[in-house]
């Protein structure tokens, strides 16, 4: 039997060095996989980022679009009289509307609710309210809540609804609420400054 033949060392050669070259290709694959998959991440986390900014921004927009409409609220007050012969004391009733705003807002409409959260029929509208505060003689003081709404002066209208939320509305709507409003006169109610 013969001896095997191993061929010549060149041939050798060039296979260890082909070898050598898939496997270092193998390691520059699984090098740039890992390295795209480390490139998604960091777009991945930079979205995120951008998101967030994103949200920050729009929460700062709408805070600065509802800036003035948070500086208005209306709610019951009760104001002493002086006493009776018999020393009872009674209350008159209001409803405080405050502007704490610098700026005035128009077309307030004042709804009374009950308690029950039905809605009185007296819906009460003043053209604009200035800064301050604002007291208005009621004549039915038998409410529970107030829903306010109104129109800011940068075009806003907004909706203070029975439970203190600040809600926007269409312009249609305020417009529609406030033709449907009593008009209060000048002698119903007086300003504070």
Not at 59 to 78: I, N, P
Not at 104 to 131: H, I, K
């Amino acid at each position: 039997m013969g001896s095997i033949d191993w061929g010549n060392a060149p041939a050798w050669a060039s296979v260890v060095v082909a070898l050598i070259a898939v496997l270092f290709a193998g390691l520059g694959a699984r090098a740039a996989i890992r390295g795209n998959r480390n490139q998604q991440k960091q777009l991945e986390f930079q979205q995120k980022q951008i998101e967030y900014q994103q949200m920050q921004l729009d929460r700062l927009e709408d805070d600065k679009r509802r800036e003035q409409a948070s500086k208005v609220c209306a709610y019951k007050k009760f104001v002493p009289e002086p006493p009776d012969q018999t020393g009872y004391i009674a209350y008159k009733q209001f409803i405080r509307v405050a502007n704490n705003s610098d700026l005035p807002v128009f077309l307030v409409v004042l709804q009374p609710v009950r308690g029950d959260e039905s809605a009185l029929g007296d819906t009460l509208g003043l053209n604009v309210l200035p800064p301050g505060v604002t007291d208005i003689i009621f004549k039915d003081p038998d409410f529970t809540y107030l829903s306010l709404t109104f129109g800011d002066c940068s075009g806003g209208c907004w909706n203070r609804t029975i439970d203190g939320a600040l809600v926007q509305v269409s312009r249609d709507e305020l417009h529609s609420v406030f033709q449907g409003a009593e008009q209060v006169e000048e002698s119903r109610y007086f300003i504070h400054r």
